[in-house]
C-alpha cells in the first residue's frame, strides 16, 4: 500500500516560488507538507518534522549548504536555484557518493513545456537549415536575452553540429540598427518585452518550402508547480545528482 | 454599358512583377493588356497600343520620366517603384496639374496585408502600452529590417504620439548581445532570416492582460496582383498625385 | 482647471468584474470612487455620495432598472451587462430624452482588444477571399462559439457584403465528424477548449499567396479595465445612448 | 571512398510528386536518376539501368506491384502511396524475407516537420491536461480533417494513454453549430479552409497557467523532398520493411 503520503519540507517557503510551492504540495493528496522554512528560520525543524524530500527554493548562495545539510540527514532534495558551477556540484556528488539511495534533483527550469522545447528543439534541429529563436517577457525583466533562450540556443548548436550543418543562411549586408538580434552559439536570438506577458518562447526552423514551429507560453507561476511535483515524485527513484528535469522526464 | 476592356500597358513586363502583372491583367475580364514594355523598348508602342493606364514597374531610375510620359500623352499611370524623393514627386504634381482628370498613383507596397497592417497598427498603438515589430523574410534578403516594418514603426509612433503615449515601458539592463533588436522611431523591430519564408510582418501591441497581435503572411509574389489590380482599376476615379495604396481603399 | 477629480460609483461591485473595476477606479488619479454597492444594498447612497457617473456590472435583470434610476437621478451611465433587447434599449433611449446631457454606454465586451478585432475584422473582410474565425477559452466555458466570435462573424459577413464578395471557397465533400466547425453568418467557427487559456480570439484571413490574421488575448480580466476607464471617462462627452464601446473610439 | 552516385529510378515521374522527386534526384550530388518511369512505360527500362533504389510516387493501385517487382530485381524500394493493408503488408514482408539485405520503406507522408509534429505530440501529451489539433489547408481540399491531423489525434490518444490521462476537461453545454469540431480518438480537430494557405497543422496542449505549441507549415511540395532523399539514402541501411519515415530519423 502506498498511502501515506509523503512528508516534505520547502525552503524559501516565503518567495513566490516558495508559496506556490507550498500551496501545489498541500493540494496533492500524495504528499505532505511538513515543515515551511523561510529565511533566519531553523533547518532544524525540517528533520524534527521528518520530512523526507526538501524543496530548496530559495537564493544561490544559500543552497548549496542547504543541500548538503539535507543529504547529511537523509533527506532527497529537489532544487530550483540558477548558478551552480562545477566545483559546487563536485562537492554535492561527493556528498551523494557517502549517502547510497538519496537523490538530488538540481533543476534550473521547472516548466515543464520550456524542458520539452529544449529537446524538441535539439532534435528538430538536425533537419533544417535554418533556426532562430524569439523569446518573449514582461517589459520588467532586466536581462536579454532569457536563460531559456540562451540555452535553447546552445541545444540548436548541437543538433545541428550532430548533423553536421554549418552556418545558418543569411544574406544581410545592411543592419545599421541590429534588427538581427543577438548570436548565441551561432543563432539569432530576440528578445521582445512586451506588458501583459509573462515568459514566452518561439523556437523558428526553416527548410525549403516549410517552417517548424515550437512555442512555449508561461501565463503564470503557477505553471512551474507540475514540474516541482514531478521532481519531489521522481527523486528518490533516481539516486545521485541529476541537472535537469528532462532526467525525470521521458523525451525518448 | 461597361463592356469594353479597359486598355492596360505594363511597364518592365520582363522582370518579375512585371511578368506576374502581365499575367494578372491578361487574366482580368473587365482589363485588356494592350502592350508590354521591356528595357530598351520604345514607349510609342504604348501610345499606338491605346493604353489608358499605364503600370510602371521598371527602376527608380527610369520610374519618374515614364510617369512625365504617361502623362503627357493622357494616360493614367500606376507605379510601383520605391525611392521617390519630394522633389521628383513635386514634378509629377506640376505636370498633373496640367492635365485635369489624370490620375497617378505611386504605391510603394502593393501588398494589401501590408497597408491594412500599417494602417491598423497605427490605430491600435493609440490603446496600448506596449508596442513591437517581428518581421520575417526569406535569408537571401539584404537589408534589415525590411521597409515596410521601418514604415510600420513609424505609423505605430504617429499612432502613440497622437493619444499622448510616451516611450514603452522596458526595464533591460543588460543585453549584451543586442537581443533587443533595432530600435526605429522607439519602437523595437526584430528582423528574422528563415529559409522557406517570403515576406512575413507581425505586429504586437501589450497592455495589462492582454495581448492583441497584426500579421500579414505574403507567400508568393503573386499576392501583390490584387493591389496592383486595384490600382489599375481605381486610378481613373482618382484625379491628381495619390501616394500609397490605401488611398484608394475605404479602411474608414 | 480639472483637478477634481470624476466621482464614481460601481454597482456589482461585489462580482469579479465589480471588484476589478472598483480597484481600477481607485488607482486612477482622474477618478474617484465615492460608492461600491453590491445585492440588496441601496441605491440611494450612490445619490447621496454625489456620484456623477455610474457603472453597473450586476446582472441582466437588474441593469435596466439601474440605469433608468441613474437617469432619473441626473447620472451618466456605463454599463457591462449583455443581453439588452430593443425594447430595453428604447426604454433608456425615451428616458434620455427627457434628460439633456446625460450619457449612457451599453457596451457588451469592454475588451479594447475585442473591439479593436471586429472593426478591423469587417475592414480586412473586404479584401479577402476566404475568413475564418478561431476562438479558444478556458475549458470551464459551457458554450460554444463564444458570443465575441458571433459578433466577428457578423462583422466579416457584413465587409463581404458590402465588397459584394460571395460565398468562402470550400470544396469539402467529406467530413463525417464535423471538422470544418460552426458556421455562422457564412462564417466558419471553430472553438478550441484548452486548460491555461482564458480568452483568445484569432481571425483568418487568405488570399492567393498571402493571409492575414488578427489575434487578441485577454490573459486576465484585468484586461477589461482599460475599456471599462475609457466609457467612464468619455461617457459625458457622449450623451444619448451608445451601443458597443467602439462608439467611443476613434478608429477611422 | 563513396564518389561514386547512387543510381536511383523514379517511377510516377510524370506525376506532381514525381516530378518533384526526379529534380532533387538530380539536383542532389550523392544520387543519379538512372530511369524515371511514366504510367505505362516499361520497368525493364528501371533494371537495365541499373537502379540501386527505386522511389514509387505512383498509386496505391499500382504500388504493391512495383515494390514486389523491385525486390525480386534486387532493388530497394522507397514508397510514397497511401492504402496499405495488413494484406499488402505481409506480401512485401514475405518477399523481403527471402531478399536479405533489401529494405523497404513505406511513408505515407515524407514531410520532415509532420514527422516531427506527430512524434514531438505524443511526448508532450503526456504532460498536458488539454489537447487539441488545429489543421489548415487550400480550399480546394475535398476531405476534412486531414489524415495527418487524424493520426496525430492518435499519437496524441497513445501519449495521454501511457500517462494514464482521462479525457480532456471540456465543459461544453451549448454547442448548436458544432464549433467545437470533430472528435478523433478523443481528441477535438477542427479544420480550417484558406485561400492561399497549403498545408499546415497546429497541436495545442494546455496546463494549469501555459501552453505548448507544435506548428508545422508546408509552404510548397518541394517541402516533401528532403524526406525522399532521406528514404532514399537511409534504405540500404535498414533491411526488411519500414513503415513510416520517422524509422528512419533520430528522434530519441
Redesign the interface.
Known amino acids: 500500500m502506498t498511502s501515506t503520503p509523503l512528508p516534505v519540507a520547502v525552503l524559501g517557503a516565503a518567495g513566490r516560488m516558495g508559496r506556490e510551492a507550498c500551496r501545489a504540495v498541500e493540494d496533492a493528496a500524495d504528499l505532505e507538507l511538513v515543515a515551511s522554512i523561510g529565511r533566519g528560520d531553523d533547518l532544524e525543524a525540517v528533520a524534527e518534522a521528518g520530512a523526507q524530500v526538501v524543496v530548496d527554493l530559495t537564493v544561490p548562495s544559500a543552497a548549496k549548504g542547504n543541500v548538503l545539510w539535507a543529504i547529511e540527514h537523509g533527506m532527497h532534495a529537489v532544487v530550483g536555484t540558477t548558478g551552480w558551477d562545477e566545483q559546487s556540484l563536485g562537492e554535492v556528488r561527493s556528498a551523494l557518493a557517502g549517502a547510497p539511495g538519496l537523490g538530488v534533483l538540481i533543476a534550473p527550469n521547472f516548466?515543464?513545456?520550456a524542458v520539452?522545447?529544449m529537446r524538441?528543439a535539439e532534435?528538430?534541429a538536425?533537419?533544417?537549415?535554418?533556426a532562430?529563436i524569439?523569446?518573449?517577457h514582461h517589459?520588467?525583466?532586466?536581462?536579454?536575452?532569457s536563460g531559456t533562450?540562451r540555452h535553447t540556443a546552445g541545444a540548436i548548436a548541437r543538433g545541428r553540429a550532430a548533423a553536421g550543418l554549418g552556418p545558418?543562411?543569411?544574406?544581410?549586408?545592411?543592419?545599421?540598427?541590429?534588427?538581427?538580434?543577438?548570436?548565441?552559439d551561432g543563432i539569432?536570438?530576440?528578445?521582445?518585452?512586451?506588458?501583459?506577458?509573462?515568459a514566452h518562447e518561439e523556437v523558428?526552423?526553416?527548410?525549403?518550402?516549410?517552417?517548424?514551429?515550437?512555442?512555449?507560453?508561461?501565463?503564470?507561476?503557477?505553471?512551474f508547480?507540475?514540474g516541482v511535483l514531478l521532481g519531489i515524485r521522481e527523486v528518490s527513484r533516481h539516486p545521485g545528482l541529476t541537472v535537469g528535469l528532462d532526467g525525470y522526464?521521458?523525451?525518448?
Chains 1, 2, 3, 4 share one sequence.
Open positions: 516548466a515543464i513545456g520539452l522545447a524538441f532534435i528538430a538536425r533537419y533544417y537549415e535554418s532562430e524569439v523569446e518573449l517589459p520588467a525583466k532586466v536581462d536579454a536575452p533562450a545558418v543562411p543569411d544574406a544581410t549586408e545592411q543592419d545599421p540598427d541590429g534588427a538581427r538580434g543577438a548570436v548565441v539569432h536570438v530576440h528578445a521582445v518585452r512586451l506588458r501583459g506577458l509573462v523558428l526552423f526553416g527548410g525549403t518550402g516549410e517552417q517548424f514551429t515550437l512555442r512555449h507560453d508561461s501565463f503564470d507561476r503557477v505553471s508547480m507540475p522526464m521521458d523525451l525518448g
